[in-house]
């Protein structure tokens, strides 16, 4: 990928971090990275295109940053994944891109929708393979791992939405 698609990439996830797929346009994105609207359009000829692109770069980087479910003792695995969502409200005052995209999922073109969808799947398997590690049967793994990226999520709109980063600690510490 060329220095101007990441840069373009970059750009985008920041502004729909903060609020969502219709909050970022071509030419807000040229105009930050000092290129023309046109020079997006060539390496993202719509906005289905570039929302694709991002939700699966951020999928890759996220799985990429959680390792193998297997990598370490369960529980240990658990801590970072809580810990991953964490950091990003925390360090970044950034929500979860695909939280961000499910949220509006109804009116995302089909193919952003597609790799939300993929963003959820895909971390769904990775903490059911997590819980069954741990010894949980597959249905209890389902449950389990439903329940923490629905507490995750939740816990992000919550400590934002009171303007309070701490909420979030109060909301997860019991996860793990």
């Given at each position: 990928m060329s220095e101007t698609a990441t840069l373009i990439l970059d750009s985008a996830e920041r502004t729909a971090r903060q609020g969502g797929f219709?909050?970022?346009?071509?030419?807000?994105?040229?105009?930050?990275?000092?290129?023309?609207?046109?020079?997006?359009?060539?390496?993202?000829?719509?906005?289905?295109?570039?929302?694709?692109?991002?939700?699966?770069?951020?999928?890759?980087?996220?799985?990429?940053?959680?390792?193998?479910?297997?990598?370490?003792?369960?529980?240990?695995?658990?801590?970072?994944?809580?810990?991953?969502?964490?950091?990003?409200l925390k360090e970044d005052g950034l929500m979860c891109l695909c939280g961000m995209f499910g949220a509006e999922i109804a009116h995302l073109p089909d193919g952003v929708a597609r790799k939300t969808r993929a963003f959820f799947e895909r971390n769904m398997a990775w903490l059911q393979a997590v819980y069954a590690a741990d010894g949980l049967a597959e249905g209890a793994a389902f449950q389990r791992a439903a329940h923490m990226i629905a507490t995750l999520e939740g816990a992000m709109i919550l400590a934002r939405s009171m303007g309070e980063d701490r909420l979030f600690d109060t909301v997860t510490y019991d996860l793990v």
């Open positions: 219709n909050s970022f346009s071509f030419r807000d994105i040229a105009a930050e990275i000092g290129i023309k609207s046109a020079s997006v359009h060539y390496h993202f000829p719509t906005k289905e295109a570039l929302g694709e692109a991002l939700a699966e770069r951020y999928t890759e980087r996220f799985l990429a940053a959680l390792g193998e479910p297997e990598a370490q003792a369960p529980q240990d695995m658990l801590r970072r994944y809580v810990a991953l969502y964490g950091s990003a």
